[in-house]
Structures are given as C-alpha cells and as structure tokens.
C-alpha cells in the first residue's frame, strides 16, 4: 500500500536455501507505477546469508535496497550484522548492529541492540539495550520508534513448591524499562 492504493507487483522471486555451511535467502520484487498515490514502479532487493557456529549459535549478515526512495528519486539501502550465541543450556546473547544509506539523508543512521538472557528453570534474567537513531531509515522495512535509546531489565523467581500438590510452579516477575530520545531526554518509564 501506498497512501491507502494498492500498489501493483509487476514480478518477483525468491531463492532460500543452504550453499557449503551457509543459509542463503534472496528477494527481489518490481513494483508498478501507481499513478492514484504517486507511486513509482520500484524494486526491493533482500539479501539475508546466515551461517551456524557450534551447536545453537550463528551469525548473519542484512542486505536490503530499494531503488526509489519514499521520500523522493534516490535509492535506499540498509546492512547489517546480528549475532546469537547461546552458552550452556539457558544462557544466550542476541545483538545486532545496522545502519542506513538514504538519498538526502546523513549521519545518524544507525541501530544496534545488545540482549543477555538467562532462562533457568528456578531464576530468570533479561538485560537489554536498543539505539536506533534518528535518521535510522529501513524503507524495505519498518522501524518501530525511530530517535531513541531503550535500557530494559527483567528478573523472574520461579519456585516449584513441593508441599502443594496442586501448584507446579509458582512465578513472580519484576521488570523496568527506560526509554530517552537522542538527546537523553525521558520519554517512556516503566515499572512492572
């Protein structure tokens, strides 16, 4: 959609698959001209390659290109790097790192996320923090918040009482997040 009208998809293709130890996924779409909301025939590009290391770890990489911009003639791309990497049985760490080129755009255009996750049975804890700056611009993809910093924090105590017959497990949660504009100014607190 764009502006409410249907936009038209003239052709695409999509190829997945694995080549050696890599998962490789490819995407391409062409768009038609749709003259009602303005929209200019446009192609999306994807490419996503993905390879596994030990057991439940894997890194990857991001690609995605779209060749008219939403904002104008230039062309718009994104790229990227994540990560997740899981120790022993309930120990993971998921990251990313991305930035944006976008035609009239400069500076501030990247996005990261750091995430440590601990999921035993009895005690549970989640750490992350998120940025995504300003002129953060995915336009073959979306961006939830743009120009904002996020600290969140989660810890859970998860008793299984062995006096009550009728309860397995007991679970109590507490979390809190913080999230700042680009300039460190308070926008969102909260406290569960």
């Not at 999509?14 to 391409?28: A, M, P, S």
């Not at 679970?171 to 100014?185: D, H, K, L």
């Amino acid at each position: 959609l764009n502006q409410g009208s249907a936009v038209p998809i003239l052709a695409g293709g999509r190829v997945t698959g694995r080549v050696g130890r890599f998962d490789v996924g490819v995407l391409n779409i062409r768009s038609k001209d749709e003259p009602v909301s303005g929209a200019l025939g446009t192609n999306f590009s994807v490419l996503r390659v993905k390879r596994d290391l030990l057991r439940r770890s894997s890194v990857g990489a991001l690609l995605t290109q779209r060749s008219v911009g939403q904002n104008g003639p230039g062309a718009n791309a994104a790229y990227g790097l994540d990560g997740t990497f899981a120790f022993f049985d309930n120990l993971s760490i998921n990251t990313y790192w991305a930035r944006t080129r976008t035609a009239g755009r400069s500076g501030d255009d990247g996005s990261y996320r750091a995430q440590l996750d601990y999921a035993g049975d009895r005690y549970g804890l989640q750490l992350e923090r998120l940025a995504v700056d300003g002129h953060f611009n995915p336009e073959a993809g979306f961006v939830r918040r743009a120009d904002m910093r996020k600290n969140f924090g989660q810890c859970r105590f998860s008793p299984r009482p062995r006096s009550i017959r009728s309860i397995r497990k007991l679970s109590w949660v507490g979390s809190m997040a913080y999230i700042e504009n680009g300039s460190g100014r308070l926008e969102t607190r909260e406290r569960d």
